[in-house]
C-alpha cells in the first residue's frame, strides 16, 4: 500500500507530502489544487511507463508546469509583496512516493545536454532517481541511484554501490533500462506497480464514445482508461461471480439488470430496463446511464490495479446516483487503494471519510485531504509540522 506522496515544484504545488491510507478523498475549492494532484500522480506512473518525458512535453515542457511562485515564499508571506529571491537550489520538478515496501523518487529539470541546434531542446531531463526500502530515501535504505547519465545500485554484499552505467540518457528513467527481474528484482517491482496504477479521468459517453462500441470481447479484469472494453470488463464480472455489480445497477436504475450481448463476435452491454420489452444496447443508453455502467465495470474489477485514482466521478451524473457511485468506491477500496478527487459534499458524506486532523492520529483507512491556497501554493488542511509524514527529498 502506498503510506505517502511528494510533490515539489508542480505548479502551485510548491511542497506537497500526502498521507494516503485505503481510501483518500482530495477536496477543496476551485483552483486549489486537486487536479494538479491528480496530473503529479499520473506523471508519477508514467516514469513507470517511460512516458514521462513525453508527457511533460504535451504539458509544455518543464519551464510551463513549475511552480510560478518564488522559491521560499515566507517572505510574501509576511510582507505581502511576492518579489523573486536568489535561488537555492535547482530549478525542479520532483515526484516520488513511499509504500509499505519500496519507494522511488524522481528529479526532472531544465534540458541541458541536448547538444547544439537539437530540436529537442526542450525535453526536460531526469536528473536525479532513487529506489529505496522504508519510508524515506537515505544513503542506507537506497538499492538504486541515479544521478545524470551515472547510476549505481547497493551492491549484494550490502556494502557501498556497484556501477550500472555511466552512460544512461537523460530521457530515459533508470526504472525503463534497468528493471530486470532477474538483475534487479526491486526496479521490477517498482516499474511494475507504477504501470498498474489506473486514472480514470471521467468517460467519453457521447454518440461516437468507445464505450459505446461493440467490440470483440477477451477477459478483462481492469477496464482500460478510456472505456471501450466495457463490454468484456462487464462479462469478466458476471463470470467471476461478482453480484456487486447488479446490486449495483439495480439499486441506481430502479431494478435494472446489466448483461452482454454477443452479435457476429462483438460484445455489447444491454440494460434491461422496467417498463421495456427488450433489452436496451449501449447505443440506446443514456450518457449518465453508460458513465454509471463505466464506473461499475472500473470499480469492481475482479482483480484490481494496486492503485485507482479517480478524478470527479461524480461529474455529469444526476445526485441520486452519488450514493450508488460511493458504495461502489467504496466496495473498491476493500480490495485494493483508491484515491478520489472530488468537488461533491454529498460524495464526501457517504464515503465516510475522516478529516485528516483526526485520522493522523488514529488509523482511520478512509481520509479526506482538504487543499486550501495560501499565497498562491496548495496547502494541506490539517497537516503541520508534526504530522506531515516523513519525507526526505534527494540533493543533486
Ligand atoms: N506554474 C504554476 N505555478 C503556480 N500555480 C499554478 C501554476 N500553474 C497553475 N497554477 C495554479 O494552480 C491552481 C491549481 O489548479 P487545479 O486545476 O489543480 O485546481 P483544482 O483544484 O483542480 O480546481 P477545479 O476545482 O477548478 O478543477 C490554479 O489556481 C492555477 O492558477
Ligand atoms: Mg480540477
Redesign the pocket.
Known sequence: MLQTVAIRGY??L?EVILPLRRLTVIT????????????ALRLLADCGRGEVIGSLAREGGVQ??????PEQPSGARRTGKVEGTVRGRPVSLELGFASDDFGYLVDLGLPQMAGHNSLFGLDPEIKQEAVFVGPVQRAGSTLVRRTREFAEASSESGRGFDELTRSLPAYRSVLAEYAHPGAHPELAAVRDRLRGWRFYDGFRVDADAPARRPQVGTRTPVLSDDGSDLAAAIQTIIEAGFDDLQRSVADAFDGATVSVAVHDGLFDVQLQQRGMLRPLRSAELSDGTLRFLLWAAALLSPQPPSLMVLN?PETSLHPDLVRPLATLIRTAAAQTQVVV?T?SRAMLEFLDTAPLAEAVEGDGDAVEVG?Y?DF???KVVGLGLLTTPPWEWGKR
Do not use: I
Open positions: 505548479r502551485s510548491r477543496g475549492a476551485n483552483g486549489t489544487g486537486k487536479s494538479s494532484v491528480y496530473r510551463s508546469v513549475l511552480w510560478a511562485g470527479e478527487v468537488h487543499l491556497k498562491g501554493e496548495t
